[in-house]
């Protein structure tokens, strides 16, 4: 019998929506009712992909204590990206 009631209230749905009515129901929200899509945030690890590359291949080669400036200028590209580095 639920099956059957689920079924009627689809079919009212969509014959509603067609007709360029909607149906204001818990089963079967709107359109406008829809969270807008937010901006997608950008990973730490996807920031800064330039001083990313030249600081970890100084690191590697050099150590990390002979890259400091390397280090610093990706972080502040980081920062100016937002990230709280």
Request: negative net charge.
């Given at each position: 019998m639920r099956d059957s009631c689920f079924r009627c209230l689809a079919v009212k749905t969509l014959s509603s929506q067609?007709?360029?009515k909607t149906i204001n129901s818990p089963l079967v929200p709107s359109l406008e009712e829809k969270p807008k899509q937010e901006k997608k945030k950008l990973k730490p690890c996807c920031a800064c992909p330039e001083t990313k590359k030249v600081r970890d291949a100084c690191i590697v080669?050099?150590?990390e204590e002979n890259c400091g400036k390397l280090i610093e200028a990706h972080k502040e590209c980081m920062r100016k990206m937002g990230f709280n580095v």
């Open positions: 067609m007709s360029g080669e050099h150590g």
